[in-house]
C-alpha cells in the first residue's frame, strides 16, 4: 500500500510539473508583454510627474500676475449701477448717475429708467 500511496503521491506531483510543449512559449509572451506593460505605465507615471512639477513652476509667477491684475480690477468697474457717496439733497447728476441717463435725458426716458430699476428692486419679485 505504501508503495502505491506513494507512487499516486509522485504522479500528482508529476501532472503539476509537466508543463505542454506550447505553453512555455505562451509564458514567455506573456511575460514580454507584462513587462512592456510595466515599462509603459511607469513611462507614463513619471511623465505626469515631471509634467505636475513644471506646472508648479510655472504657477508660482502666474499666481501673482493674476492675483496683481485681479486687484488693479475695482470691483465698481465691473458693476452697472452707480455706487457713490450721496449728498444731502439728491442733485440732477446723481439721479442721472443711479438711473443710468444722461443728465440732460428726458422725461420718458427717466420715467422708464425708472419703472426699470424700481421693477428690478420691488420686494415681491421672486
Known sequence: MEGAAASSEGLRYAEYARTPTGA????AELDRGLARTMI???LGVATVAFAGRYAFRVWKPLEQAITETAKRISTSSLSSYYKGGFEQKMSRRE???ILGVS???GKAKIRT???R????NHPDKG
Open 95 to 97: 439721479a442721472s448717475l
Open 40 to 42: 509603459a505605465v511607469g
Open 113 to 115: 429708467a425708472h419703472r
Open 117 to 120: 430699476i424700481m421693477i428690478l
Open 103 to 105: 443728465p440732460s435725458a
Open 24 to 27: 512555455g512559449r505562451g509564458q
